[in-house]
Antibody, heavy 120, light 107 residues
Framework: EVELVESGGGLVQPGRSLRLSCAASGFTFNDYAMHWVRQAPGKGLEWVSGISWNSGSIGYADSVKGRFTISRDNAKNSLHLQMSSLRAEDTAFYYC?????????????WGQGTLVTVSS | SSELTQDPAVSVALGQTVRITCQGDRLRSYYASWYQQRPRQAPVLVFYARNNRPSGIPDRFSGSSAGSTASLTITGAQAEDEADYYCNSRDTSGNQVFGGGTKLTVL
């Protein structure tokens, strides 16, 4: 069974950095693209970033480009999101999601999310 | 436009059919995926591509597409279908966007 467990969320001051991690199990991690999707409390879903199976293709939403960096460690079955220059509008639940394939850009399995709160 | 537009709210009587729509220029080139999100739960993929329903999703969920509009149809809506529904699609670089979401109420 696919399991995705996010960690690293918490309260952080504006302008500071935070690193999220996602531990994956139940599937062959290096066969699939992965994504980060966020949801501000009471708001809709926003795709943040995606990474191909071999890290050869990476994309970011315009709202985070230049501030966030996605990475993966296939040896450790883990996905990461390094967030810097955080803003109040980055406050959200951050979900790690497994793609349908190595390239489909369809998130199919989701973790339960980790809450990031950016506030002074 | 790079955006996907959904009606904020739709209602349906129990057992009736409801269509949730998603509009956007990128849908002329790429299929939409559809997600169901119940309160305080992670999203669940319910339909994707031309005609694909993930394992475990009831066959009352179906999708269609015409021009710049994609639709998710629930035939015979059940009480447990009450949720938020989001469409999603990609662009040529693989970047994605979600629609604003539709809150479905089953009366």
């Amino acid at each position: 069974e696919v399991e995705l467990v996010e960690s690293g969320g918490g309260l952080v001051q504006p302008g500071r950095s935070l690193r999220l991690s996602c531990a994956a199990s139940g599937f062959t991690f290096n066969d699939y693209a992965m994504h980060w999707v966020r949801q501000a409390p009471g708001k809709g879903l926003e795709w943040v970033s995606g990474i191909s199976w071999n890290s050869g293709s990476i994309g970011y939403a315009d709202s985070v480009k230049g501030r966030f960096t996605i990475s993966r460690d296939n040896a450790k079955n883990s996905l990461h999101l390094q967030m810097s220059s955080l803003r109040a509008e980055d406050t959200a639940f951050y979900y790690c999601a497994k793609d349908l394939s190595s390239t489909s850009s369809i998130p199919v399995n989701w973790g339960q999310g980790t809450l990031v709160t950016v506030s002074s | 436009s790079s955006e996907l537009t959904q009606d904020p709210a739709v209602s349906v009587a129990l057992g009736q059919t409801v269509r949730i729509t998603c509009q956007g220029d990128r849908l002329r080139s790429y299929y939409a995926s559809w997600y169901q999100q119940r309160p305080r739960q992670a999203p669940v993929l319910v339909f994707y591509a031309r005609n694909n329903r993930p394992s475990g999703i009831p066959d009352r969920f179906s999708g269609s597409s015409a021009g710049s509009t994609a639709s998710l149809t629930i035939t015979g809506a059940q009480a447990e279908d009450e949720a938020d529904y989001y469409c999603n699609s990609r662009d040529t670089s693989g970047n994605q966007v979600f629609g604003g979401g539709t809150k479905l109420t089953v009366l």
